[in-house]
């Protein structure tokens, strides 16, 4: 990797991590966009991976790109995001929890994620 050294341990966990070699910490399953895409899925994976770095506990979390396959696709995550148009939905364990503007996400998202950590 032409990078930081400190993001080749990033790297090195998430292959353990997809080789159930590492059952710890959150592993982040996003999709890889298309033309149903319609928030900033980029910028939003980037601030999820930020605000779950250093938690400890194994869990899944899915950000997907649209409201039409995010919710299939993150069916199987303790948490997940779905864009939509200006707004996304905020899913635990496949149901729906909330339906909020894409400016809340985040922060509606990091309430669900403190509420499942505080368990
Ligand atoms: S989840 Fe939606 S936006 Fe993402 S790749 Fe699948 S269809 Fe496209």
Redesign the pocket.
Known sequence: MTEDPVKEIIVAKKILKSLNLLDEGVEIIS????G??KINLFKLVEEIEKLTAKIKEPLKIAV???V???PG?AKEADLGIAGGVGRGIILKKGEILKNVSEKDLLGEFKKELDKMLAK
């Open positions: 999709c890889p966009i298309c149903r895409t997907m790109g649209c039409v396959n995010g696709e």
